[in-house]
Nanobody
Framework: QVQLVESGGGLVQPGGSLRLSCAASGSIISIGTMGWYRQAPGKQREMVAVIISDSITRYADSVKGRFTISRDNAKKAVYLQMNSLNADDTALYYC???????????????WGQGTQVTVSS
């Protein structure tokens, strides 16, 4: 089984910064695309940023220039540096990864439990 565990969420003032981390564990052979998604109350889950390789990234228009996604393949981890946060960034942030495992012998998508980010003065 594969587990994704997020950390780094919390309460921050508008204009502040947070860094989210997500670590994968389990019987992992390889990890493909990793990403961050978020879901605000009453809204659908949306993509924030994905990283396909160390040099290929995609961002939601609403976070371009403010958020940076990165990964550490040796640690099986993905990070999201969030700067210039505003109230619209308040949401539950989920980590996501496409993983090839010993058991499944196929690519499967896994999700973390989420970490809350609240931007408020």
């Amino acid at each position: 089984q594969v587990q994704l565990v997020e950390s780094g969420g919390g309460l921050v003032q508008p204009g502040g910064s947070l860094r989210l981390s997500c670590a994968a564990s389990g019987s992992i052979i390889s990890i493909g695309t990793m990403g961050w998604y978020r879901q605000a109350p009453g809204k659908q889950r949306e993509m924030v940023a994905v990283i396909i390789s160390d040099s290929i990234t995609r961002y939601a228009d609403s976070v371009k220039g403010r958020f940076t996604i990165s990964r550490d393949n040796a640690k099986k981890a993905v990070y999201l540096q969030m700067n210039s946060l505003n109230a619209d960034d308040t949401a539950l942030y989920y980590c996501n990864a496409d993983v090839w495992t010993e058991v499944s012998r196929s690519w499967r998508t896994y999700w973390g439990q989420g970490t809350q980010v609240t931007v408020s003065s």
